[in-house]
Protein backbone atom coordinates (compact mmCIF):
# COMPACT_ATOMS: atom_id res chain seq x y z
CA UNK A 1 0.00 0.00 0.00
CA UNK A 2 1.20 3.50 -0.95
CA UNK A 3 2.06 5.90 2.04
CA UNK A 4 -0.31 8.20 0.46
CA UNK A 5 -2.87 5.37 0.99
CA UNK A 6 -2.34 4.94 4.26
CA UNK A 7 -2.17 8.79 5.48
CA UNK A 8 -5.32 9.09 4.12
CA UNK A 9 -6.98 6.13 5.63
CA UNK A 10 -5.45 7.00 9.54
CA UNK A 11 -6.67 10.97 8.65
CA UNK A 12 -10.07 9.60 7.84
CA UNK A 13 -10.42 7.52 10.68
CA UNK A 14 -8.98 9.66 12.95
CA UNK A 15 -11.36 12.66 11.81
CA UNK A 16 -14.44 9.60 12.13
CA UNK A 17 -13.43 9.09 15.99
CA UNK A 18 -12.78 12.28 16.84
CA UNK A 19 -16.77 13.01 16.42
CA UNK A 20 -18.42 9.37 16.80
CA UNK A 21 -21.80 9.06 17.62
CA UNK A 22 -23.78 6.22 18.59
CA UNK A 23 -23.50 4.28 15.31
CA UNK A 24 -27.38 2.69 15.37
CA UNK A 25 -28.66 4.95 12.98
CA UNK A 26 -31.01 2.36 12.08
CA UNK A 27 -32.27 1.29 15.69
CA UNK A 28 -34.60 3.91 15.83
CA UNK A 29 -36.59 3.68 13.13
CA UNK A 30 -35.89 -0.86 12.49
CA UNK A 31 -33.82 -0.21 9.87
CA UNK A 32 -30.44 -1.46 8.28
CA UNK A 33 -28.52 0.92 6.55
CA UNK A 34 -25.48 -0.60 4.96
CA UNK A 35 -23.07 0.10 2.51
CA UNK A 36 -20.85 -1.79 -0.69
CA UNK A 37 -18.84 -0.87 -3.11
CA UNK A 38 -18.93 -2.42 -6.45
CA UNK A 39 -22.37 -1.72 -8.66
CA UNK A 40 -23.90 -4.26 -9.71
CA UNK A 41 -24.36 -4.07 -13.76
CA UNK A 42 -27.94 -5.30 -13.23
CA UNK A 43 -30.73 -6.52 -10.39
CA UNK A 44 -31.72 -9.29 -12.34
CA UNK A 45 -30.07 -12.25 -10.96
CA UNK A 46 -28.97 -13.85 -14.27
CA UNK A 47 -27.53 -10.32 -15.88
CA UNK A 48 -25.14 -9.91 -13.04
CA UNK A 49 -22.37 -12.02 -11.35
CA UNK A 50 -21.34 -9.02 -9.48
CA UNK A 51 -21.33 -10.59 -5.60
CA UNK A 52 -23.61 -7.51 -4.49
CA UNK A 53 -26.16 -8.25 -7.08
CA UNK A 54 -26.05 -11.98 -5.76
CA UNK A 55 -26.51 -10.89 -2.25
CA UNK A 56 -29.62 -8.61 -3.56
CA UNK A 57 -31.15 -11.75 -5.05
CA UNK A 58 -31.14 -13.78 -2.05
CA UNK A 59 -33.62 -10.84 -0.32
CA UNK A 60 -35.35 -10.39 -3.40
CA UNK A 61 -36.09 -13.91 -4.49
CA UNK A 62 -36.75 -17.23 -3.48
CA UNK A 63 -35.55 -20.59 -5.07
CA UNK A 64 -36.98 -23.94 -5.33
CA UNK A 65 -35.13 -25.80 -2.49
CA UNK A 66 -32.37 -23.95 0.46
CA UNK A 67 -29.20 -25.04 1.29
CA UNK A 68 -29.33 -24.92 5.17
CA UNK A 69 -25.67 -22.42 5.97
CA UNK A 70 -24.87 -24.36 9.00
CA UNK A 71 -25.54 -28.10 8.02
CA UNK A 72 -25.47 -27.59 4.63
CA UNK A 73 -28.83 -29.53 4.60
CA UNK A 74 -31.44 -29.45 1.53
CA UNK A 75 -34.89 -28.11 2.76
CA UNK A 76 -38.39 -26.87 1.04
CA UNK A 77 -38.47 -23.74 0.36
CA UNK A 78 -40.71 -22.83 -2.91
CA UNK A 79 -40.30 -26.64 -3.55
CA UNK A 80 -41.97 -28.65 -0.98
CA UNK A 81 -40.55 -32.30 -2.38
CA UNK A 82 -38.26 -33.39 -5.62
CA UNK A 83 -37.22 -36.92 -6.71
CA UNK A 84 -34.96 -37.88 -9.21
CA UNK A 85 -37.03 -39.42 -12.25
CA UNK A 86 -33.87 -40.73 -13.69
CA UNK A 87 -30.41 -39.49 -14.09
CA UNK A 88 -31.50 -36.66 -16.53
CA UNK A 89 -35.16 -35.62 -14.65
CA UNK A 90 -35.87 -33.86 -11.58
CA UNK A 91 -39.61 -33.74 -10.18
CA UNK A 92 -40.54 -31.20 -7.99
CA UNK A 93 -43.87 -30.77 -5.89
CA UNK A 94 -44.63 -27.05 -5.44
CA UNK A 95 -45.47 -25.14 -2.42
CA UNK A 96 -49.33 -23.42 -2.45
CA UNK A 97 -50.00 -19.99 -1.33
CA UNK A 98 -47.13 -18.11 -2.25
CA UNK A 99 -47.50 -14.67 -3.79
CA UNK A 100 -45.06 -12.62 -5.39
CA UNK A 101 -44.59 -8.90 -4.26
CA UNK A 102 -46.64 -7.52 -7.38
CA UNK A 103 -49.70 -9.95 -5.95
CA UNK A 104 -49.17 -12.88 -8.91
CA UNK A 105 -49.65 -16.16 -7.45
CA UNK A 106 -46.73 -18.42 -7.37
CA UNK A 107 -47.47 -21.43 -9.17
CA UNK A 108 -45.56 -23.98 -12.25
CA UNK A 109 -45.94 -21.57 -14.97
CA UNK A 110 -43.47 -19.47 -13.02
CA UNK A 111 -41.05 -22.12 -12.41
CA UNK A 112 -41.45 -23.06 -16.53
CA UNK A 113 -40.67 -19.15 -17.69
CA UNK A 114 -38.05 -18.67 -15.81
CA UNK A 115 -35.98 -22.02 -16.29
CA UNK A 116 -36.93 -21.95 -20.37
CA UNK A 117 -36.35 -17.79 -20.71
CA UNK A 118 -32.63 -17.93 -18.79
CA UNK A 119 -31.29 -21.40 -19.82
CA UNK A 120 -31.70 -20.24 -23.48
CA UNK A 121 -28.31 -18.60 -24.66
CA UNK A 122 -30.06 -16.20 -27.13
CA UNK A 123 -31.38 -14.51 -24.29
CA UNK A 124 -27.86 -13.78 -23.33
CA UNK A 125 -27.52 -14.60 -19.84
CA UNK A 126 -24.58 -13.35 -17.92
CA UNK A 127 -24.30 -16.10 -15.41
CA UNK A 128 -25.05 -18.88 -18.32
CA UNK A 129 -22.86 -21.56 -16.06
CA UNK A 130 -25.35 -21.75 -13.65
CA UNK A 131 -28.06 -22.75 -15.93
CA UNK A 132 -26.56 -24.02 -19.47
CA UNK A 133 -27.27 -27.44 -17.69
CA UNK A 134 -31.19 -27.36 -18.39
CA UNK A 135 -32.61 -28.69 -21.08
CA UNK A 136 -35.73 -27.27 -20.49
CA UNK A 137 -38.80 -27.14 -17.63
CA UNK A 138 -42.33 -28.49 -18.41
CA UNK A 139 -45.39 -28.30 -16.72
CA UNK A 140 -47.10 -31.64 -14.76
CA UNK A 141 -50.17 -29.86 -13.45
CA UNK A 142 -50.63 -26.51 -11.71
CA UNK A 143 -47.91 -27.49 -8.58
CA UNK A 144 -46.06 -29.50 -10.20
CA UNK A 145 -42.68 -29.58 -12.40
CA UNK A 146 -40.39 -31.42 -14.67
CA UNK A 147 -37.08 -30.11 -14.93
CA UNK A 148 -35.00 -31.71 -18.22
CA UNK A 149 -31.10 -31.67 -17.92
CA UNK A 150 -29.02 -31.66 -21.19
CA UNK A 151 -26.73 -34.46 -19.91
CA UNK A 152 -26.42 -35.94 -16.07
CA UNK A 153 -25.57 -33.09 -13.80
CA UNK A 154 -25.29 -34.71 -10.09
CA UNK A 155 -24.70 -30.79 -8.74
CA UNK A 156 -28.19 -29.83 -10.09
CA UNK A 157 -30.12 -29.37 -6.56
CA UNK A 158 -27.21 -27.15 -5.16
CA UNK A 159 -27.57 -24.88 -8.05
CA UNK A 160 -31.14 -25.00 -7.89
CA UNK A 161 -30.45 -23.65 -3.76
CA UNK A 162 -28.23 -20.95 -4.87
CA UNK A 163 -28.21 -18.66 -7.96
CA UNK A 164 -30.68 -19.79 -9.69
CA UNK A 165 -34.14 -17.79 -8.76
CA UNK A 166 -37.66 -18.20 -9.50
CA UNK A 167 -39.19 -15.66 -11.34
CA UNK A 168 -42.94 -13.86 -11.84
CA UNK A 169 -43.61 -15.41 -15.56
CA UNK A 170 -46.03 -12.94 -16.43
CA UNK A 171 -44.55 -10.00 -15.53
CA UNK A 172 -40.72 -11.45 -16.55
CA UNK A 173 -43.02 -12.20 -19.93
CA UNK A 174 -44.16 -8.47 -20.04
CA UNK A 175 -41.13 -6.44 -18.90
CA UNK A 176 -37.80 -8.81 -19.53
CA UNK A 177 -34.51 -8.16 -18.06
CA UNK A 178 -34.34 -4.37 -18.03
CA UNK A 179 -37.49 -4.35 -16.90
CA UNK A 180 -36.70 -6.61 -13.77
CA UNK A 181 -33.33 -4.68 -13.12
CA UNK A 182 -35.05 -1.17 -12.51
CA UNK A 183 -38.51 -2.63 -10.86
CA UNK A 184 -37.58 -6.05 -9.27
CA UNK A 185 -40.11 -8.04 -8.01
CA UNK A 186 -39.71 -11.60 -6.28
CA UNK A 187 -41.65 -13.74 -3.89
CA UNK A 188 -38.43 -13.16 -1.10
CA UNK A 189 -38.50 -11.70 2.33
CA UNK A 190 -37.76 -8.12 1.03
CA UNK A 191 -39.46 -6.02 -1.73
CA UNK A 192 -37.46 -3.42 -3.73
CA UNK A 193 -39.32 0.14 -2.80
CA UNK A 194 -36.74 2.27 -4.50
CA UNK A 195 -33.91 2.01 -6.73
CA UNK A 196 -31.43 4.42 -7.64
CA UNK A 197 -28.74 2.41 -9.94
CA UNK A 198 -25.60 3.28 -9.26
CA UNK A 199 -26.52 4.65 -5.89
CA UNK A 200 -29.69 3.56 -3.63
CA UNK A 201 -31.63 0.22 -3.52
CA UNK A 202 -33.80 1.11 -0.56
CA UNK A 203 -35.75 -2.35 0.29
CA UNK A 204 -38.96 -2.97 2.74
CA UNK A 205 -40.27 -6.54 4.55
CA UNK A 206 -42.92 -8.41 2.52
CA UNK A 207 -45.39 -8.28 5.30
CA UNK A 208 -46.86 -11.60 3.00
CA UNK A 209 -43.94 -13.71 3.24
CA UNK A 210 -44.98 -17.47 3.42
CA UNK A 211 -45.01 -18.61 6.88
CA UNK A 212 -43.05 -22.40 6.53
CA UNK A 213 -40.03 -20.66 4.29
CA UNK A 214 -36.66 -21.70 5.51
CA UNK A 215 -35.72 -18.17 5.94
CA UNK A 216 -37.18 -16.95 9.34
CA UNK A 217 -39.61 -13.78 8.92
CA UNK A 218 -37.54 -10.53 9.03
CA UNK A 219 -37.79 -8.81 11.92
CA UNK A 220 -35.72 -5.43 10.36
CA UNK A 221 -38.37 -3.49 8.53
CA UNK A 222 -36.24 -1.84 6.09
CA UNK A 223 -33.04 -2.36 4.16
CA UNK A 224 -31.33 0.75 2.55
CA UNK A 225 -27.85 -0.19 0.51
CA UNK A 226 -25.78 2.82 -0.46
CA UNK A 227 -23.58 2.27 -3.27
CA UNK A 228 -19.85 3.67 -2.04
CA UNK A 229 -17.04 2.91 -3.89
CA UNK A 230 -14.75 4.39 -1.49
CA UNK A 231 -13.97 2.57 1.42
CA UNK A 232 -12.83 5.40 3.96
CA UNK A 233 -15.81 7.30 3.05
CA UNK A 234 -17.70 4.23 4.15
CA UNK A 235 -15.83 3.77 7.40
CA UNK A 236 -16.37 7.61 8.45
CA UNK A 237 -20.42 7.13 7.68
CA UNK A 238 -20.56 4.06 10.10
CA UNK A 239 -17.97 5.78 12.71
CA UNK A 240 -20.57 8.78 12.24
CA UNK A 241 -23.82 7.11 12.68
CA UNK A 242 -24.87 7.03 9.16
CA UNK A 243 -24.51 3.48 8.25
CA UNK A 244 -24.87 0.24 10.36
CA UNK A 245 -23.12 -2.50 8.45
CA UNK A 246 -19.90 -2.21 5.95
CA UNK A 247 -18.01 -5.45 4.50
CA UNK A 248 -15.04 -6.04 3.46
CA UNK A 249 -13.05 -3.71 5.22
CA UNK A 250 -9.53 -3.79 4.70
CA UNK A 251 -7.24 -5.75 7.90
CA UNK A 252 -5.69 -2.32 9.00
CA UNK A 253 -9.01 -0.55 9.08
CA UNK A 254 -10.63 -3.82 10.97
CA UNK A 255 -7.73 -3.40 13.52
CA UNK A 256 -8.31 -0.54 14.14
CA UNK A 257 -12.39 -0.17 14.27
CA UNK A 258 -12.12 -2.89 16.59
CA UNK A 259 -10.77 -0.32 19.23
CA UNK A 260 -14.12 1.63 18.71
CA UNK A 261 -16.64 0.77 21.39
CA UNK A 262 -19.67 1.31 19.35
CA UNK A 263 -18.64 -0.92 16.80
CA UNK A 264 -18.53 -4.60 16.23
CA UNK A 265 -15.60 -6.58 13.89
CA UNK A 266 -16.45 -9.74 12.71
CA UNK A 267 -13.40 -12.04 10.02
CA UNK A 268 -14.31 -15.15 8.63
CA UNK A 269 -13.15 -17.34 5.57
CA UNK A 270 -15.31 -17.44 2.59
CA UNK A 271 -15.75 -19.55 -0.19
CA UNK A 272 -14.42 -16.56 -2.61
CA UNK A 273 -10.70 -17.75 -3.45
CA UNK A 274 -7.95 -14.87 -5.30
CA UNK A 275 -5.96 -15.99 -7.95
CA UNK A 276 -4.56 -14.47 -11.63
CA UNK A 277 -5.46 -15.65 -14.52
CA UNK A 278 -2.56 -15.68 -17.77
CA UNK A 279 -3.80 -15.74 -20.69
CA UNK A 280 -1.53 -18.58 -22.94
CA UNK A 281 -4.58 -19.31 -25.51
CA UNK A 282 -4.42 -18.33 -29.44
CA UNK A 283 -5.90 -15.43 -29.27
CA UNK A 284 -4.10 -14.11 -26.03
CA UNK A 285 -3.48 -10.04 -25.83
CA UNK A 286 -0.24 -11.18 -24.20
CA UNK A 287 1.98 -13.37 -26.25
CA UNK A 288 4.80 -13.56 -23.38
CA UNK A 289 2.59 -15.51 -21.26
CA UNK A 290 2.23 -18.36 -23.75
CA UNK A 291 5.61 -19.79 -22.51
CA UNK A 292 5.36 -21.81 -19.34
CA UNK A 293 8.63 -20.70 -17.94
CA UNK A 294 7.51 -16.88 -17.85
CA UNK A 295 3.93 -18.00 -15.77
CA UNK A 296 5.93 -20.57 -13.32
CA UNK A 297 8.59 -17.02 -12.69
CA UNK A 298 5.13 -15.24 -12.12
CA UNK A 299 3.83 -17.76 -9.44
CA UNK A 300 7.26 -17.80 -7.84
CA UNK A 301 8.05 -14.33 -7.73
CA UNK A 302 5.02 -13.94 -5.48
CA UNK A 303 4.38 -14.47 -1.30
CA UNK A 304 1.64 -15.55 -0.97
CA UNK A 305 2.09 -16.39 2.32
CA UNK A 306 3.72 -13.27 3.51
CA UNK A 307 0.64 -11.45 1.65
CA UNK A 308 -1.89 -13.54 4.36
CA UNK A 309 -0.38 -12.14 7.24
CA UNK A 310 0.23 -8.20 5.46
CA UNK A 311 -2.16 -7.60 3.31
CA UNK A 312 -4.94 -10.06 3.54
CA UNK A 313 -5.71 -10.78 6.99
CA UNK A 314 -7.11 -13.53 9.43
CA UNK A 315 -8.95 -16.52 8.55
CA UNK A 316 -8.05 -17.19 4.98
CA UNK A 317 -5.63 -20.34 3.85
CA UNK A 318 -3.17 -20.55 1.20
CA UNK A 319 -4.21 -22.58 -2.12
CA UNK A 320 -2.59 -24.50 -4.80
CA UNK A 321 -5.02 -25.19 -6.63
CA UNK A 322 -8.37 -23.44 -8.46
CA UNK A 323 -11.17 -24.17 -5.89
CA UNK A 324 -12.11 -23.68 -2.71
CA UNK A 325 -11.13 -26.49 -0.27
CA UNK A 326 -14.76 -27.05 1.39
CA UNK A 327 -16.15 -27.29 -2.31
CA UNK A 328 -17.07 -31.35 -3.71
CA UNK A 329 -14.18 -32.27 -5.77
CA UNK A 330 -11.78 -29.85 -4.37
CA UNK A 331 -8.02 -31.63 -3.87
CA UNK A 332 -4.46 -29.98 -4.31
CA UNK A 333 -3.32 -33.73 -4.27
CA UNK A 334 -0.98 -34.35 -6.47
CA UNK A 335 -1.01 -30.88 -7.89
CA UNK A 336 3.02 -29.29 -7.45
CA UNK A 337 3.71 -26.30 -5.08
CA UNK A 338 5.53 -23.21 -6.33
CA UNK A 339 7.19 -21.79 -3.20
CA UNK A 340 8.20 -18.38 -3.08
CA UNK A 341 11.64 -18.12 -4.90
CA UNK A 342 12.67 -14.99 -6.41
CA UNK A 343 16.19 -16.29 -7.62
CA UNK A 344 14.27 -19.16 -9.53
CA UNK A 345 11.73 -16.49 -10.89
CA UNK A 346 14.97 -14.45 -12.13
CA UNK A 347 16.68 -17.92 -13.60
CA UNK A 348 13.51 -18.79 -15.42
CA UNK A 349 12.64 -15.25 -17.19
CA UNK A 350 16.63 -15.31 -18.02
CA UNK A 351 16.39 -19.36 -19.54
CA UNK A 352 12.65 -17.78 -21.56
CA UNK A 353 14.81 -14.67 -23.39
CA UNK A 354 13.83 -11.70 -20.63
CA UNK A 355 17.16 -11.40 -18.23
CA UNK A 356 15.85 -7.88 -17.60
CA UNK A 357 11.87 -9.03 -17.13
CA UNK A 358 9.20 -7.20 -18.93
CA UNK A 359 5.98 -4.81 -19.03
CA UNK A 360 3.09 -5.80 -18.77
CA UNK A 361 -0.47 -4.63 -17.77
CA UNK A 362 -2.14 -6.48 -14.50
CA UNK A 363 -6.23 -5.52 -14.71
CA UNK A 364 -7.94 -5.99 -11.25
CA UNK A 365 -10.94 -4.54 -9.98
CA UNK A 366 -11.19 -5.35 -5.74
CA UNK A 367 -8.55 -5.46 -2.80
CA UNK A 368 -6.49 -3.03 -4.46
CA UNK A 369 -3.78 -3.17 -1.52
CA UNK A 370 -3.37 -6.85 -2.29
CA UNK A 371 -2.83 -6.03 -6.09
CA UNK A 372 -0.41 -3.46 -5.23
CA UNK A 373 1.77 -6.07 -3.10
CA UNK A 374 1.88 -8.29 -5.79
CA UNK A 375 2.81 -5.73 -8.25
CA UNK A 376 5.96 -5.06 -6.01
CA UNK A 377 7.09 -8.80 -5.65
CA UNK A 378 7.02 -8.94 -9.81
CA UNK A 379 8.62 -5.51 -9.79
CA UNK A 380 11.56 -7.47 -7.36
CA UNK A 381 11.93 -9.88 -10.13
CA UNK A 382 11.62 -7.18 -13.58
CA UNK A 383 8.21 -8.02 -14.24
CA UNK A 384 7.28 -4.33 -14.09
CA UNK A 385 3.33 -4.76 -14.07
CA UNK A 386 1.31 -1.37 -14.88
CA UNK A 387 -2.38 -1.60 -12.98
CA UNK A 388 -5.23 -1.05 -14.74
CA UNK A 389 -7.90 -1.09 -11.82
CA UNK A 390 -11.59 -0.76 -13.27
CA UNK A 391 -15.22 -1.95 -12.13
CA UNK A 392 -15.76 -5.61 -12.67
CA UNK A 393 -18.18 -5.84 -15.29
CA UNK A 394 -15.24 -3.92 -17.21
CA UNK A 395 -12.51 -5.92 -16.58
CA UNK A 396 -14.77 -9.02 -17.66
CA UNK A 397 -15.67 -7.58 -20.71
CA UNK A 398 -11.99 -6.79 -21.50
CA UNK A 399 -11.11 -10.44 -20.30
CA UNK A 400 -13.78 -12.19 -22.73
CA UNK A 401 -12.70 -9.30 -25.86
CA UNK A 402 -8.97 -10.41 -25.59
CA UNK A 403 -7.85 -7.09 -24.28
CA UNK A 404 -6.99 -8.16 -21.34
CA UNK A 405 -4.33 -11.02 -20.33
CA UNK A 406 -3.20 -10.67 -17.47
CA UNK A 407 -5.82 -10.04 -13.94
CA UNK A 408 -6.18 -10.01 -10.67
CA UNK A 409 -9.40 -12.39 -9.89
CA UNK A 410 -11.88 -13.59 -7.08
CA UNK A 411 -14.63 -16.18 -7.63
CA UNK A 412 -17.32 -16.92 -4.87
CA UNK A 413 -19.01 -19.86 -7.17
CA UNK A 414 -22.48 -17.73 -6.41
CA UNK A 415 -21.53 -19.67 -2.92
CA UNK A 416 -22.50 -23.08 -4.43
CA UNK A 417 -20.48 -25.63 -2.57
CA UNK A 418 -18.86 -27.97 -5.63
CA UNK A 419 -16.33 -27.79 -8.01
CA UNK A 420 -18.53 -27.54 -10.79
CA UNK A 421 -19.28 -24.21 -10.04
CA UNK A 422 -15.71 -22.61 -9.72
CA UNK A 423 -13.06 -24.07 -12.31
CA UNK A 424 -15.02 -25.02 -15.24
CA UNK A 425 -15.77 -21.31 -15.50
CA UNK A 426 -12.26 -20.85 -16.34
CA UNK A 427 -11.35 -23.66 -17.71
CA UNK A 428 -14.05 -25.01 -20.01
CA UNK A 429 -14.71 -23.35 -23.18
CA UNK A 430 -16.07 -20.81 -21.84
CA UNK A 431 -16.47 -17.11 -22.36
CA UNK A 432 -13.76 -16.59 -19.23
CA UNK A 433 -11.23 -19.60 -20.86
CA UNK A 434 -8.35 -18.03 -21.61
CA UNK A 435 -6.35 -20.82 -22.06
CA UNK A 436 -8.42 -23.39 -23.76
CA UNK A 437 -7.03 -26.92 -22.81
CA UNK A 438 -8.88 -29.82 -24.54
CA UNK A 439 -7.67 -32.27 -21.86
CA UNK A 440 -8.39 -30.21 -18.59
CA UNK A 441 -11.99 -29.46 -20.68
CA UNK A 442 -12.56 -33.22 -21.40
CA UNK A 443 -11.35 -34.03 -17.51
CA UNK A 444 -13.86 -31.11 -16.06
CA UNK A 445 -16.67 -32.35 -18.09
CA UNK A 446 -16.52 -35.97 -17.22
CA UNK A 447 -16.22 -34.43 -13.28
CA UNK A 448 -19.57 -31.98 -14.27
CA UNK A 449 -21.90 -35.45 -15.57
CA UNK A 450 -20.68 -38.29 -13.63
CA UNK A 451 -23.26 -39.88 -11.69
CA UNK A 452 -20.73 -41.13 -9.24
CA UNK A 453 -19.33 -39.37 -6.75
CA UNK A 454 -16.12 -41.34 -6.69
CA UNK A 455 -15.45 -40.92 -10.70
CA UNK A 456 -16.52 -37.34 -10.67
CA UNK A 457 -13.42 -36.59 -7.31
CA UNK A 458 -11.28 -38.38 -9.53
CA UNK A 459 -11.77 -36.55 -12.71
CA UNK A 460 -12.02 -33.19 -11.00
CA UNK A 461 -8.45 -34.27 -9.48
CA UNK A 462 -6.32 -34.90 -12.61
CA UNK A 463 -7.85 -31.74 -14.21
CA UNK A 464 -6.98 -29.39 -11.07
CA UNK A 465 -3.32 -31.28 -11.30
CA UNK A 466 -2.99 -30.72 -14.80
CA UNK A 467 -3.70 -26.96 -14.51
CA UNK A 468 -1.18 -26.65 -11.73
CA UNK A 469 1.40 -28.33 -13.90
CA UNK A 470 0.91 -25.95 -16.74
CA UNK A 471 0.82 -23.19 -14.78
CA UNK A 472 -2.17 -21.57 -16.35
CA UNK A 473 -2.84 -19.52 -13.02
CA UNK A 474 -1.60 -18.69 -10.29
CA UNK A 475 -3.85 -19.68 -6.93
CA UNK A 476 -3.44 -17.44 -4.24
CA UNK A 477 -6.11 -17.96 -1.11
CA UNK A 478 -9.43 -17.84 0.52
CA UNK A 479 -10.33 -14.74 0.78
CA UNK A 480 -11.46 -13.40 4.07
CA UNK A 481 -14.20 -10.75 5.20
CA UNK A 482 -13.93 -8.41 7.81
CA UNK A 483 -17.38 -7.02 9.09
CA UNK A 484 -17.82 -3.94 10.77
CA UNK A 485 -21.25 -2.80 12.35
CA UNK A 486 -23.21 -1.38 15.05
CA UNK A 487 -22.85 -3.13 18.26
CA UNK A 488 -26.41 -3.35 19.06
CA UNK A 489 -26.71 -5.00 15.93
CA UNK A 490 -27.53 -8.97 15.92
CA UNK A 491 -25.62 -10.07 12.80
CA UNK A 492 -24.46 -13.50 12.20
CA UNK A 493 -21.87 -13.92 9.09
CA UNK A 494 -21.66 -17.12 6.65
CA UNK A 495 -18.62 -18.72 4.43
CA UNK A 496 -21.19 -18.04 1.50
CA UNK A 497 -20.71 -13.91 1.54
CA UNK A 498 -24.62 -14.12 2.03
CA UNK A 499 -25.73 -11.16 4.88
CA UNK A 500 -28.68 -12.97 6.03
CA UNK A 501 -30.25 -9.68 7.63
CA UNK A 502 -33.38 -11.26 7.85
CA UNK A 503 -32.15 -13.11 10.47
CA UNK A 504 -30.62 -9.99 12.31
CA UNK A 505 -32.86 -7.85 14.34
CA UNK A 506 -31.59 -4.67 16.73
CA UNK A 507 -31.01 -5.63 20.62
Keep these: MTSYRKLLRVTLLAAALAFTLPAEAGKRDNSIK ?19 GVILAHYIWDTLVYRDPKTNEYKPSLATAWRWVDDKTLEFDLRHGVKFHNGEAFDADDVVYTLNFVSKPENKSTTQQNVNWIA ?31 YPGKYYAKVGPKGMSEKPVGSGPYMVVENQPGRLVRMKRNP ?5 SPKPQPQIETLELRLIPDQNTQTAELMAGGLDWIFNVPPDQAEQLKTVPTLRVKAGETMRVVFLTMASGDKTPTPILKDIRVRKAIIHAIN ?40 KAKALLAEAGYPNGFDIDLYAYRERPQTEAVIGYLRAVGIRANLRFMQY ?30 TPVYFKFSADDVTRDQQVRD ?6 TSVKPEMRK ?24 YYA ?10 PDEIPRFWESRWK
Design 34 to 52: WAANQVPESLDAYFNNVRI
Design 136 to 166: SAEKIDQFKVRIHLKKPFPAALEYLAGPVAI
Design 208 to 212: NYFKD
Design 304 to 343: RQAMLKTVVGESARMINTLCFPAQFGCTDEGAPRYDYNPA
Design 393 to 422: AAMRDAIREHKAGFAHQTWGSFSVNDVSAM
Design 443 to 448: LLEAGD
Design 458 to 481: VAYKNALKRIAEEAYVVPMYSLPV
Design 485 to 494: YAKDLQFQPY
